[in-house]
């Protein structure tokens, strides 16, 4: 492949350097080598980027909806049709297969295509008070939003917080992964192409402890939206703290495919190991857990290995069933849950902690399943971010519902059942933001809220709920009575 241009930031429409020159390498998962460098910003970076969005939305506020609408629709149609480039950087900059990059593309397109569609659609309320006063209510943008990502899905993470943003008259920093920055420069490039005006849309690249931290921490930032690792929602949160900034966080999950006796099981085992593949299971979503019923549990599970071992493992730009994980740190963090796994009592029966034979440098790790796994351990509590997958059995739908319920998180759960009654019994009773019975995810999902209950998150993203927490509430209240 030809060797990649300049990599620069985008900030008040210009692409530029970070103010003190400094960068840092980028490089491809799937071979371990440096494709790229981009620039290193810091806190007086981060300065100019807020600066520059504090300007640009002065115009953009005042921009009709309709006007604000139309230039997400076409820049919508930009994206799709400049896919095949912003795929395959997407494949080099995250190792994620190139299939599942062109459907995070698709998703970018479809997230400014349906918040550009509802830009001019949602207004407020009038408030019956009587003849003495008319009262309504406005939805007004919060002004400069902070968008910080992860490195999975850096396409589609950002846009999902991005286009409500932009739709509902904000102005948008948003802070790119430093495992795979790539992706969101390209994306903040095609949008100005599209004809999105300077400052209002910046991109900034940079670690996060730098960059990152600044940018939580800067005063006039009105509201962040933080997708990434409990960990660091946590650091953010106490950034925010200090200037009472509205926060979003969207953060991990430890999520249950609940797998009845009664169900389609073919199907099911198949959506449950394909749902953690794709990705190498890092995605927030993965269904890391399967909770399966006694009586079913060996043809499920062995149908499930079947499928996982016979994934098949290779570069991201040749669309494999898998591809590698993000980083060399990465791929440690992921061996060292499977000894522990193993030291816990769990029994693998496929993967483990042998490098598969992939003949590259990249940061493979084969796809891996325990059963026989104890309830209490790291590997059924944990977020591993790695293509492991935890076996869990159960007797009773009780027993199901506790062990779903049994993590901190609450993200999502799959529910694989062809009772209609039970399937609505046990999705009311799942402590998690979204639940799928007989499927795990709807097409991109972009229709959907999204987000976590307990420490999977604050706050929703996608559908008309993310919409809406881009905008406050202004009441106004006039005295037109003459009592
Ligand atoms: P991470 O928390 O390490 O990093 C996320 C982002 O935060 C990066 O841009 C990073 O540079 C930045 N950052 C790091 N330290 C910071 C600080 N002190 N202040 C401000 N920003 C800082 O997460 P990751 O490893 O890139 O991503 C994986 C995690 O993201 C997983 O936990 C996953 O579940 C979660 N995730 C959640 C969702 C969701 O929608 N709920 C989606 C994707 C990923």
New binding site residues.
């Given amino acids: 492949m030809a060797d990649l241009p300049l990599q620069l930031q985008l900030i008040n429409g210009e692409d530029v350097e970070a103010l003190d020159g400094e960068r840092f390498d980028v490089l491809d998962p799937s071979t371990g080598e440096r494709i790229a460098d981009v620039p290193r910003a810091k806190a007086a970076d981060v300065d100019l980027a807020v600066a520059a969005a504090r300007d640009a939305f002065e115009t953009w506020r005042r921009v009709t909806p309709a006007d604000r609408g139309r230039l997400l629709v076409a820049a919508a149609q930009h994206v799709r049709e400049r896919s095949a480039e912003l795929a395959l950087i997407g494949a080099l900059d995250t190792g994620l297969p190139l299939t599942s990059i062109e459907r995070d593309v698709e998703a970018t397109a479809r997230y400014l295509e349906f918040y550009g569609g509802l830009a001019d659609k949602i207004g407020g309320d009038v408030v019956p008070l009587g003849p003495e006063f008319l009262d309504y209510t406005e939805r007004e943008p919060w002004g400069v939003c902070a968008v ?6 850096p396409f589609q ?1 950002l846009a999902r917080s991005m286009a409500p943003a932009l739709a509902a008259g904000n102005t948008v920093v948003g ?4 495992q795979a920055p790539l992706g969101p420069l390209y994306l903040a490039r095609a949008l100005r192409e599209a004809g999105i005006p300077r400052g209002v849309v910046n991109v900034i690249t940079g ?3 730098e960059s ?2 600044a940018l ?1 921490a800067h005063a006039d930032v009105d509201r962040i939206t ?5 960990a ?1 929602g946590r ?2 949160m106490e ?1 925010a703290t200090r200037n009472l900034t509205p926060v979003t966080l ?4 430890k999520s249950p495919q609940i797998v009845f006796a009664d169900a389609d099981l073919e199907l099911a085992a198949k959506t449950v190991a394909a749902s953690l593949v794709w990705s190498a299971g890092q ?2 979503s993965a269904g890391t857990r399967l909770l399966v019923e006694r009586s079913v549990r060996d043809g499920v599970v062995a149908a499930v290995v079947a499928e996982m071992s016979a994934t098949k493992l290779g570069a991201a730009v040749d669309s494999p069933g898998m591809g590698p994980l993000i980083s060399e740190q990465q791929r440690t963090s992921v061996l060292a849950a499977i000894d522990a796994a193993s030291s816990d009592g769990a029994r693998l029966l496929t993967g483990g902690s042998e490098l598969p034979e992939t003949g590259s440098g990249g940061f493979f790790v084969s796809p891996t399943v325990f059963d026989q796994v104890d309830p209490s351990s790291d590997l059924a509590q944990e ?1 591993i ?1 790695g293509p492991v997958l935890a076996v869990m059995d159960f007797e009773t739908e009780e027993e199901a519902l506790e062990l779903a319920n049994g993590t901190r998180f609450g ?1 999502i759960a799959g529910l694989w059942t062809r009772d209609l009654a039970k399937a609505h019994r046990v999705a009311r009773e799942l402590r998690c933001g979204q639940v799928y019975v007989n499927t795990f995810g709807a097409g991109t999902g972009i229709e959907l809220p999204f987000g ?1 209950f307990k420490n ?2 604050i706050g929703r993203e996608k559908g008309i709920a993310g919409y809406l927490e881009y905008s406050q509430i202004k009441n106004i209240c006039v005295k037109v009575g003459t009592e």
């Fill in positions: 910080i990502v992860p490195y999975n899905s993470v802070k790119s992964a430093e670690l996060g402890t990152g931290a939580t933080f997708t990434g690792s409990e660091t650091l953010v950034a969207e953060l991990g999950g995605v927030c977020e971010f993200l976590g999977s998150g």
